[in-house]
């Protein structure tokens, strides 16, 4: 993924992040504004998880119409295991089909 700058051009778009800490651990969120929320993170701003955890790099993101569709975003992959955030990362399809197999007991 690109780093991410601040061009200037304020856009008020709802986003669903994942970034990866400087111990390698995930965090999922969500924000209207993605440049100044991982710069957040990064002083240590951004949330109790990630203020002892920084720098952080966004690894991947989702742009949504609405604040309520990124939250339910937000939501649902913070319950997702950390292989399968893995794999959506990577973009691996096929990989998160079958992680997102439910197992019968």
Do not use: F
Request: charged share 25%; net charge positive.
């Amino acid at each position: 993924m690109l780093p991410l700058k601040d061009d200037g051009i304020v856009v008020w778009m709802p986003w669903v992040y994942i970034v990866c800490c400087a111990d390698n651990s995930l965090y999922v969120g969500w924000t209207n504004d993605l440049v100044t929320r991982v710069q957040m993170h990064n002083e240590g701003r951004g949330g109790r998880y990630t203020a002892n955890r920084s720098p952080v790099h966004v690894v991947y993101s989702e742009s949504y119409d609405s604040s309520e569709a990124a939250i339910a975003r937000e939501q649902q992959l913070k319950r997702w295991t950390t292989k399968k955030k893995q794999a959506l990362i990577a973009g691996d399809l096929a990989d998160l089909k079958a992680l997102s197999k439910r197992h019968k007991k």
